[in-house]
């Protein structure tokens, strides 16, 4: 497939979210990709529904009952102070020596966090202790334009 729809044809890193009865299913992306976003979001697709490794691939006969979020990423930036991430328009990327982790802006607004609530979590989830934000490790924001289907 390709197309000439000038968006989908600029290179973006994208995030592909599926759910099932409004539980998480899947969830890949790639944070910067010299790719055309379409593909990224091809990719992505197929690799949240057989790579996400705290899910068992989605099966045929699930098909039907995902929902599929995707999220066009912003390029990262580096955050000087916390106090400059804002919830409900940044989602984050830590990382300290060999440990990485992200989580997408909706996220935090989903699940109410404050913003030290949202760096604790992005630090947790990469492998790292709550508050390695406070230690040293290396912060990124980024902002997502999100679509998906109606629920």
Sequence with gaps: MTT???AL????????????????RGCI???????ELYRTV??????????????S???AEELSELTIEISVLSPLEYVRAPSNVRVG???????SGPYSGVLLP????????????FLDQVC???????DAWRQGAILYRFEAQVFSESK
Aim: aromatic share 6%.
């Design 4 to 6: 000439k729809e000038p």
């Design 9 to 24: 044809v600029q290179p973006s890193g994208a995030f592909v979210t599926l759910e099932k009865q409004n539980q998480l």
């Design 29 to 35: 992306g790639n944070l910067s990709t010299s790719r």
């Design 42 to 55: 091809q990719e992505m697709a197929v690799a949240a529904a057989t790579q996400d490794r705290r899910f």
């Design 57 to 59: 691939p989605v099966t």
């Design 89 to 95: 328009r940044d989602g984050l990327y830590v990382s």
């Design 106 to 117: 909706q996220v935090a607004t989903e699940q109410r966090w404050s913003r030290e609530e």
């Design 124 to 130: 947790l989830k990469a492998g790292l202790a709550q």
